[in-house]
């Protein structure tokens, strides 16, 4: 599958308008995608494994969207294949009075994946220019000097993310940022199953329903954060995701081929090291039966 259609250009200012919430690269329903998806499962744990063993690099995932678009489930089927000692997921709230004390990337860097793992964030540091934006008296919370109050705030803070992946990519932290685009209409059809499956009641409450009245404030300020932090070192892609089958597999397939793209060995042990373990084989073979 090309990804090229899902990528936002660097440097360029992009329409959400024109990527479409509900393509599928012409494969008709899950039944069509849930192979390919199985097969990026056993590549991505394949994957995992060498990066978990090499421990020189790490991979950070981040997952942003509206309400209802899919992040827990995307994550949930992703990954089902990864050894949970080689991933992390951290799903960020509201910030605490401690995160509130601090600059606004200090409760992202202290999440950070080790080498040789894989950090998912659901929700990130980009809510802060998102829902701080959208919300601005939020932004009365974080306690910040009136000097770094100015109009020109969000052009700093997209700067300073900027500057922020590109340490992360220089120091082996390689991102891949996810933003999953739901429709409206497929958003509210969400919210009312959830309503109407009382199973499903816990996943849904009315604040989900008082955001859905920002909607066209949220994709203006999407807009802008893609143009201003799709990068040549951490690149935003646009996944449709009205059809969580389709989502799901774009993601695996995005997430394996970069991992593949980092040509990614296992660790060389050395002579030593061989010669100890053919003495080893050596003791065990010899062992009695």
Not at 139 to 151: R, S
Not at 172 to 192: A, H, P, T
Not at 218 to 229: G, I, P, V
Request: with cysteine; net charge positive.
């Amino acid at each position: 599958m090309k990804h090229d259609r899902f990528i936002v250009p660097p440097n360029q200012k992009i329409k959400l308008k024109d990527y479409d919430p509900a393509y599928t690269n012409g494969l008709k329903d899950k039944v069509s995608a849930q192979a390919e998806l199985q097969e990026g499962v056993q590549k991505l744990a394949k994957y995992q494994d060498i990066l978990y063993a090499q421990d020189s690099y790490a991979l950070l995932i981040l997952f942003q969207a509206m309400d209802a678009a899919g992040k827990d489930s995307t994550i949930k089927h992703v990954m089902s294949g990864v050894n949970p000692q080689g991933c992390q997921v951290y799903s960020f709230k509201a910030p605490s009075s401690e995160d509130l004390d601090h600059d606004y990337l200090w409760r992202s860097t202290k999440a950070l994946p080790e080498r040789g793992r894989i950090g998912i964030f659901n929700r990130s540091y980009y809510e802060e220019v998102l829902v701080v934006r959208v919300h601005p008296e939020l932004l009365a919370k974080q306690k910040l000097p009136k000097e770094a109050l100015g109009k020109d705030i969000w052009e700093k803070r997209f700067k300073q993310i900027n500057h922020f992946e590109k340490y992360l990519v220089n120091n082996g932290i390689i991102v891949l940022k996810f933003f999953l685009n739901v429709s409206k209409e497929q958003q509210k059809k969400r919210f009312l199953d959830r309503i109407d499956q009382p199973e499903k009641n816990w996943k849904f409450s009315a604040s989900d329903a008082k955001e859905r009245q920002h909607w066209n404030e949220y994709m203006s300020a999407y807009e802008e954060m893609f143009s201003n932090t799709s990068t040549e070192h951490a690149p935003w892609y646009i996944v449709p995701a009205d059809h969580k089958w389709f989502t799901r597999l774009v993601v695996s397939d995005i997430i394996v081929n970069k991992l593949k793209s980092m040509n990614l060995t296992y660790p060389e042990v050395s002579e030593q090291h061989r010669l100890e373990l053919l003495e080893v084989k050596k003791m065990l073979e010899s062992e009695p039966k």
